[in-house]
Every structure is written in structure tokens, then in C-alpha cells.
């Protein structure tokens, strides 16, 4: 293997030591050596002229950076609670008891590591992992099998079998957006014969509201970019997909990549942007060599480039970005932080990105699936996607469904569709609740599956979880808050200590070792984390534990330990190192603990 201060070397100078590529470095390092070695920081930080502490406050902050050499082949198995759901903890152990190995700690020999992380975007086709960056789904005891002896033989990666690494698009129901075709280039015709005031005029009427969760009308959002004064605007496609139970851009990017990149060029010809980003989660690294291709075939095919299309002055293109696992780079502000190599920490807002985004630059941060969206309707009309859909939410949503229920997969419905009407088509039955909007989203139960999915009702950036009557729901919660805690950025005090403390107060009611306080105690919590977190992260995390709180109140109250106090940790034990300091070990220095009776517990019950 190259000695790393020549790989780093050559490295940078492909990317002409560019400060804000610092981020894309790392991962190349990272993945050629599993970790990112301190000579490989020293010479990041003098070419890049970068203070070395910045450089290792990036790599603490992603969790796919690491300081320390991983296993050759790095395992990470996903861990979210779809993947629960379908039994990835007994793989895991199978995995680890075959290879011999402690989860999170490397084999002795470096062979291999095996450890979790959050969802990797495969929740109908798991349970799944990510080796080495590259995914692998449909995992039972047989491909766990193969897996370890594999490893064992130190099989490379290329020479695995390719049906391991196979991830279906899944589509169940197909509507317009999936079903009418452009041909490539046409939408950015549309615009060159129409005029950006027109085609911006045509959005507008069409009522494209962002695919991404919060709905913003897109055609707003273009035309406060393109009137922020500047030389340099810039288009940035959201291909995050961290929200948990959430899979539907995967398979834009997968087969309609072309669609993607020709939203984003009439994005770009409408505000004036020469460059744009598709910046891709580090989970979907599998779909980098494709989409890499299509932007190849449409610089080939003058779409991408300068003059496209033959258009004098229209010049823009497209690079891609990896991100590193941080759920909080789809938050858009701290996107384009780690877009510019930093540490993926919110911006304060205002300023929007709009007029202050990459570089400090006006920038479109939209979600994959709304530029596919503005793509046809440039090329099909306002009526054709305005037509469809309810009255604040035209057109059609795409859903990632997973969990509980025969036919898992991608469903595009008009907006306006009922829980119901899903839960029928994609075969679920005895639902107890479903989950809209993945972590951060509603807890929707049985007696509210009347309720639509639409922004005036039930928004959602696509992530649809099922969960029958035999399911215990506080697992879900379980995992959620577990999820927040780890993706806190940790920047703002309620969600980086509020988040932790619900954590903990979730687990204690688990073992049942929680009282009535505890979970007053939780939505105390929840609403000071609502009301004082610097982002959306910390503002919608507390939802999973508020709403089962109401809605599925039983969950807690069966669990409940029958006392009005019990301590969060072991008093006496916490106080064993003052005792050897001080030499004391008498009656006296140590707290009896006596368990008080609850009345009100008692009552309950
Ligand atoms: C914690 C957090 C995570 C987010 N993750 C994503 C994401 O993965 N993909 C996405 O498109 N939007 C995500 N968003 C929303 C973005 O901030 C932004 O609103 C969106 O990309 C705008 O695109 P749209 O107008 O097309 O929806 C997230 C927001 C928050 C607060
Ligand atoms: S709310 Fe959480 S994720 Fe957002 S800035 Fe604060 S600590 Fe970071």
C-alpha cells in the first residue's frame, strides 16, 4: 500500500488544497486506511494551512471518521428499530460470537470491527450493514455466515458475492412523478423558451412545496435567491436521507439521477448559479460511482458544463460530496457547514441560506425529491402536478415503507392519501400505531389512521414505520431517544444535556425503575428542549417521548416502579472514593437506602 504522506500528498493535489474539501479528504483517508493517522493530519494542516485541532474537531465530530485503525473490514450493522424489528441483534451476536470479536473493538489481529450506527436507509430490505462503506441487505444467518467466512479468508470486497451488495429500488406504487418521463435536457429547454420570471411563475402555480419535511413553497425559495445580489449563487441537492425509516431518495438517486441533475441545472439557469452540490450521505457511498457516471454522461452530452444545451453564458455544474454520519448535516445550515469541510454544527438563522448560504453566498438547498419535482413540472405544467394532491399540498409524496406489513417499499400517493388507504395497500395488519415522519415525526395510533398525509395534517419528509399489535412500543421510543442522544451536535445545552437525560430517563423506565416523578420529570424536558434548542434536531426530539406520552400512556404506567423516589445511580457506591480519601468507613459514611412506598403509584395500579 502507498505510504500515507504520499497518498495525502497526492490527494491534495488533485483537489488543490482546497480548505473546504477538508471534509472529502477525510473520507478518502479514512477509507483507504480505516482511520485518519496523525501524519495524515500534520500534512492536512500545513498544506491546507489549518490549525491541526480544527482538523481533529472534524474527525471527532463525524462518527465515519476515526483516530484510531478500525478492522480491515469495518462492519457496521444498521441499527434502527425497523432493523430491530427484523432481528439485527441476533445477527450481530451471531456475527460476533463466529468472529470471535467484542463489538466496537477491533480483533486483536485488526482483521475486522464490528459495531452499530443509525439507520442506513435500507429499513424494507433489512436488516442491513455497511462494510467498508458498501452496503449490504437482506441479511439472515446464512449471508452472516458467508460473511464471517469471508472475513476469515480475507476475501477482498470485490471478490464478495455481488447478490450481497444488491439494493432493489422497491417500487410498490408508482404515480406522475415516478411515472411520466422526461427526456434528459427538456426541462432546461423549458426554460430557456419560457424565461426564468415565467417558469418561476409556472412553480408557483403548480404549489411545489419542499420533499424534505418542512414544506417551504419551492418557487419562493428560488426567487429569493436569485434576487440576493451577488456574482456567485449556488444549488445544493440534500441528498441526506438521515431521517430515520426514510429510503425514497435512494432510488431517485439510484434511477432518476438524470432527473435530479436536470432540476438542478434549471435551478441553477433561474438563479444564476454556476456550481452546484449533490452532497450524499455517507450510507448511500454505494450509489457514488453511478451517479458520478450520470454527471460524466451529461457533461458528455453538453447538460452539464459550459453553454449547455448550446445556451451561450449558461454554465454550471455538478460535483458530489460525501457526508461521514452525521444525521444533523440534512439540517440544511449545518449541510452546508460540512459542505464548506467543517464540523456540521447549525448556523444561527436569519440569515437563511437563501442569502447567506455556502461560501456566505445566496444558495437552493432543496431535497432530492423536490428537484425532481420542479424538473417535470418545467416540462409538463402547473396543471399537471397542481391538478393532483389536496389544496395546500398538490402533487404526490413518495413513502418509505417499512416495519410491520407485508409489502415494504416505496409508495408515491396524490397528497391527501389516508393512513388507512396505505395500510391496506401495503398489506399491514392489527396496527397499532405508525410512526409518519420517521424519529423526529408523530406517533400516529389506531383511532387517528383516518388522518392524511399532507402538510395540513400529516407532514412528512417520507418516512412511514409500522408497528403491530405485538410490538412494544417504548422500544421505539427506546431507540429514538438513544438516536437523538447520539446525533446531538452537542452546541446548544436542552438538546445536548436534555437529550441525554430523557435517554437515560426512557432506559430507567425500561428495567422498571421509573416513579410518576420521572416521567413528569420527561415532559418538563421535552417541552424546555421544544422551546430552547438552537435547531430542529433538538426541537423534534423530545416528540417520540411527548407523544407516547399521551397517546399511549400505558406503555409508561405498566412499567412503573411501585415508589415515590428511586435515585438514578447507587448513592452509597458514589460514595466509596470520599470514603478512601478521608479513610472513613463507618456507619455513618454510608446512606442507607430504604425504597419508599408510592401512593399514587399504588393508586394507578
Ligand atoms: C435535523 C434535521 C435533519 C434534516 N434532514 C434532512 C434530510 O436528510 N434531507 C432533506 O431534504 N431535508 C432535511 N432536513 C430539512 C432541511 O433542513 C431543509 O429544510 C430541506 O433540505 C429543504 O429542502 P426542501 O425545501 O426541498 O424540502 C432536515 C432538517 C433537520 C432539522
Ligand atoms: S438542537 Fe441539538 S443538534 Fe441542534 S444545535 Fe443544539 S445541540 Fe446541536
Redesign the pocket.
Same mark, same amino acid.
Given at each position: 500500500m502507498k505510504n500515507i504522506e504520499n497518498f495525502v500528498s497526492e490527494l491534495l493535489s488533485a483537489t488543490e488544497n482546497a480548505p473546504e474539501l477538508l471534509l472529502q479528504d477525510l473520507c478518502a483517508i479514512q477509507q483507504r486506511y480505516s482511520y485518519i493517522p496523525e501524519n495524515a493530519v500534520e500534512i492536512l494542516a500545513s498544506k491546507l494551512n489549518l490549525p491541526a485541532v480544527q482538523i481533529y474537531g472534524v474527525i471527532d465530530f463525524y462518527s465515519f471518521l476515526h483516530r484510531k485503525a478500525r478492522g480491515t473490514f469495518d462492519i457496521l450493522f444498521s441499527d434502527n428499530i425497523t432493523d430491530r424489528m427484523l432481528g439485527n441483534q441476533s445477527l450481530i451476536d451471531s456475527l460476533c460470537e463466529k468472529l470471535d470479536i467484542e463489538p466496537g473493538t477491533p480483533r486483536i489481529d485488526g482483521r475486522v470491527t464490528v459495531s452499530v450506527t443509525s439507520c442506513t436507509g435500507i429499513c424494507d430490505q433489512g436488516p442491513a450493514l455497511l462494510v467498508n462503506g458498501m452496503t449490504v441487505s437482506g441479511l439472515n444467518e446464512e449471508r452472516i455466515s458467508k460473511i464471517a467466512e469471508l472475513i476469515e479468508e480475507d476475501t477482498p470486497l470485490s471478490d464478495w458475492p455481488a447478490s450481497f451488495f444488491v439494493v432493489e429500488d422497491n417500487i410498490q406504487r408508482s404515480d406522475i412523478l415516478l411515472d411520466d418521463k422526461i427526456i434528459n435536457g427538456s426541462a432546461i429547454e423549458s426554460l430557456q423558451k419560457n424565461g426564468s420570471d415565467a417558469l418561476l411563475e409556472i412553480l408557483e402555480q403548480s404549489g411545489l412545496r419542499g420533499r424534505g419535511g418542512a414544506g417551504f413553497k419551492t418557487a419562493l425559495k428560488w426567487r429569493f435567491c436569485r434576487d440576493t445580489d451577488s456574482d456567485q449563487h449556488y444549488v445544493v441537492c440534500n441528498a441526506d436521507e438521515g431521517e430515520p425509516g426514510t429510503f425514497k431518495d435512494r432510488i431517485l438517486l439510484n434511477s432518476y439521477a438524470d432527473n435530479v441533475c436536470e432540476g438542478m441545472t434549471l435551478c441553477a439557469g433561474i438563479i444564476g448559479a454556476k456550481k452546484g452540490y449533490i452532497y450524499l450521505r455517507g450510507e448511500y457511498r454505494y450509489l457514488l460511482d453511478d451517479l458520478e457516471q450520470t454527471l460524466q454522461k451529461r457533461r458528455d452530452a453538453n447538460l452539464l458544463g459550459k453553454n449547455i444545451c448550446g445556451h451561450e453564458g449558461f454554465d454550471f455544474d455538478i460535483d458530489i460530496h460525501l457526508g461521514a454520519g452525521a444525521y444533523?448535516c440534512g +439540517?440544511e445550515s /449545518?449541510l452546508i457547514e460540512s459542505l464548506e469541510g467543517k464540523r456540521g454544527? *447549525?448556523r444561527k438563522r436569519p440569515p437563511f441560506p437563501v442569502t447567506n448560504g455556502f461560501c456566505n453566498q445566496p444558495t437552493v438547498v432543496n431535497n432530492v425529491e423536490t428537484f425532481v419535482a420542479a424538473a417535470k413540472i418545467a416540462v409538463f405544467g402547473a396543471d399537471w402536478y397542481g391538478s393532483v394532491g389536496s389544496s395546500e399540498s398538490t402533487g404526490t409524496k413518495l413513502l418509505s415503507i417499512s416495519g410491520d406489513c407485508a409489502r415494504p417499499g416505496i409508495y408515491e400517493y396524490p397528497f391527501g392519501v389516508s393512513i388507512e388507504q396505505v395500510l391496506e395497500d401495503c398489506g399491514a395488519h392489527d396496527t397499532q400505531a405508525v410512526q409518519v415522519a420517521g424519529a423526529a415525526g408523530s406517533t400516529v395510533p389506531a383511532q387517528e389512521f383516518h388522518r392524511s398525509i399532507a402538510f395540513e395534517d400529516l407532514s412528512t419528509g417520507g418516512s412511514f414505520m409500522i408497528f403491530n399489535q405485538q410490538r412494544d412500543m417504548l422500544e421505539m421510543v427506546q431507540n429514538f431517544c438513544h438516536f437523538?442522544c447520539h +446525533? /446531538? &451536535? =452537542?452546541? &446548544?445545552? *436542552? &438538546?445536548?444535556v436534555g =437529550?441525554a437525560l430523557m435517554k437515560d430517563l426512557v432506559d430507567k423506565v425500561m428495567v422498571g425503575h421509573a416513579t410518576h416523578n420521572d416521567l413528569k420529570e420527561m415532559e418538563n424536558i421535552g417541552q424546555i428542549?421544544q422551546q430552547n /434548542?438552537? &435547531?430542529?434536531?433538538?426541537?423534534t426530539?423530545p416528540k417520540p417521548v411527548l407523544d407516547t406520552l399521551e397517546k399511549f400512556p400505558q406503555i409508561y404506567m405498566q412499567r412503573l416502579a411501585n415508589r415515590g423516589f428511586e435515585p438514578a445511580f447507587d448513592l452509597d457506591a458514589a460514595l466509596e472514593e470520599s470514603r478512601q480519601i478521608t479513610g472513613r468507613d463507618d456507619a455513618e459514611a454510608h446512606i442507607e437506602y430504604e425504597p419508599l412506598l408510592n401512593t399514587a403509584g399504588q393508586d394507578e395500579s
Open positions: 444533523i +439540517e /449545518s454544527i *447549525p437523538f +446525533e /446531538s &451536535c =452537542g452546541f &446548544c445545552t *436542552p &438538546c445536548r =437529550g428542549m /434548542s438552537h &435547531c430542529g434536531l433538538g426541537v426530539a
